[in-house]
């Protein structure tokens, strides 16, 4: 999205004198910046590396890395509605190093870490340096907050990587855009379009096209059907989770929660902003950005919440800045710097309440989770409930994780497979609506529970899994074949905490 005119970083770090201050500065800096930066964008991201679970969100996608690392594949052998790239990536250490829920977060430090420091760099190569690093910071506490072991950020390294590749390796541009396309691939998509504009041209679309068609076509080849049905037939259920656009505060005056709840409206605002400017200005970069702000525009416009909010914040720093560092008259120029001020502010803020206001956390009771904390209670319950499965369930067999019912649904809990290191018996680790809220999807589930017949039943009742959204997901599909299966098989639930622990009647192992 920068263009080729731009500052060196000579003349960033050029000083008065050896003896002064100046001079100082352009001895080690030129040197060291690049670390530095990246080692404090990695402390940003990372002081909070042992804090909270995830148990949806991380469930599910160490969940896809466990069975990937086990043989299995995506969309073949379970339902999957993301790319192949982000549960492969973090196979890769189950496989050599054995199952922890620290691997991810080790990688997402590090990739949180390149997203800033490619911004940086992006920045900097066509503004002063008060501007790079200025986008650094601010994509730096964006990407640290909130964390999680999603496909989005590596998808958001390899495009911002292949716009500071593309005027040089236009091919190799490309190919990061086509492995992009693996993790996230509307992400990877809006990145070819960039590059091509940017300078890639035709060599960078088709280098792109060519290392999607690669990474994407095994898994086609394994299970066509099924990964079409979960990839794209999943855009048809994807409404039953779209919330409202967040326009009418009803908290009190707090400017931090105000700040928070019109984040989404800001960002969509600055977008506006910058494209009245760009269409007026005409600078030659701004083609290249329009696809990936139309991305993280319709990310935030279907699901306006924290998790997506990330994709435009990044790419919307970066064009702000780059708008900043050429425009002149004051009244632009005091518009785009406020936009961008909004956006660091906000996850500069998110972190410093963190460092400020820690919570209280106890160990993980697992034997993978390798220091890794939750709530006091929640580690309390999970001790009870990973015994009880240790005690009850077959040596190494099946368990089932539930959420409260099944004609209704928002999140389940997938987590507890990895934290007790025991197998799904369905194929089903992804519970969502207008999917596990069918006949069909319950009848599949309930043919492999009677085939596996897991001794352990757990159903999680956490306030997570029991809201009313503003959607669809709020609505009854009036579909209880597996709720109805499991009160006939099941029985003498004693619970702990968030969760209930049911045994199957009938014969043990």
């Known amino acids: ?61 160490l969940q896809a890395a466990q069975r990937i690392s086990g043989g299995q594949w995506p969309y073949r052998d379970f339902w999957w509605n993301y790319g192949p790239a982000q549960p492969l990536l973090l196979a890769l250490p189950i496989k050599l190093f054995g199952s922890s829920l620290l691997w991810w977060r080790i990688v997402r ?42 496909p989005n950020p590596a998808a958001i390294a390899l495009v911002l990587a292949a716009l500071l590749l593309v005027r040089r390796h236009p091919r190799w541009a490309g190919v990061l855009c086509g492995v992009a396309v693996a993790f996230r691939p509307e992400i990877g998509i809006a990145g070819a379009i960039a590059v091509a504009v940017a300078g890639g041209g035709l060599t960078a679309l088709i280098a792109a096209a060519a290392v999607a068609v690669v990474a994407l076509l095994p898994f086609f080849v394994v299970a066509p059907g099924a990964m079409l049905d979960d990839t794209v037939g999943f855009l048809g259920v994807q409404h039953l989770q779209r919330l409202p656009f967040p326009l009418h505060y009803r908290g009190g005056p707090d400017p931090n929660k105000l700040l928070e709840f019109y984040l989404p409206a800001i960002l969509v605002a600055a977008t506006a902003l910058w494209a009245v400017w760009a269409a007026i200005r ?23 919440d924290e998790f997506h909010l990330v994709p435009l914040a990044v790419v919307l720093t970066i064009v702000l800045a780059l708008a900043v560092s050429t425009e002149r008259a004051v009244p632009w120029r005091a518009g785009l710097l406020l936009a961008l001020a909004l956006i660091g502010l906000h996850g500069i803020e998110r972190r410093v309440g963190q460092l400020r206001h820690p919570i209280a956390l106890a160990a993980v009771p697992s034997p993978v ?118 009160a006939a098989h099941y029985g003498g639930g004693v619970r702990y905490g968030s969760y209930v622990v049911f045994r199957r009647r009938g014969p043990g192992c």
């Open 369 to 486: 989770a390798d220091g890794v904390k939750t709530t006091p209670a929640d580690a309390a319950a999970l001790a009870h409930v990973l015994a009880v499965i240790h005690d009850f369930s077959c040596p190494g067999g099946p368990i089932f994780v539930a959420p409260p019912r099944f004609d209704k649904v928002t999140v389940g809990d997938p987590l507890l497979y990895v934290l007790a290191q025991r197998t799904n018996p369905t194929r089903y680790d992804v519970i969502q609506p207008g999917i596990a809220t069918t006949a069909k999807v319950q009848r599949e589930m309930i043919g492999d529970l009677q085939r596996a017949r897991p001794r352990v039943l757990v159903r999680w009742l956490d306030p997570r899994a029991t809201p009313d959204e503003p959607n669809g997901s709020s609505r009854s599909s009036g579909v209880r074949l597996l709720d109805d299966y499991l």
């Open 109 to 150: 430090v590090a990739i949180d870490a390149t997203v800033a420091l490619l911004a940086y760099r992006l920045v900097r190569r066509a503004a002063p340096e008060w501007l790079a690093l200025s986008s650094w910071i601010t994509v730096a506490a964006a990407m640290a907050w909130p964390t999680g072991p999603g």
């Open 1 to 61: 999205m920068a263009g080729d005119a731009g500052a060196t970083a000579s003349a960033a770090s050029s000083g008065s004198g050896s003896g002064s201050a100046g001079g100082l500065r352009a001895t080690w800096w030129p040197r060291l910046r690049l670390p530095l930066l990246f080692a404090l964008a990695a402390a940003l991201s990372g002081f909070t590396i042992l804090r909270e679970i995830g148990p949806h969100d991380e469930g599910l996608m």
């Open 282 to 304: 005409r600078p030659r970069w701004a083609l290249a950005a329009i696809a990936p702000l139309l991305v993280g525009v319709a990310y935030i416009s279907g699901r306006p």
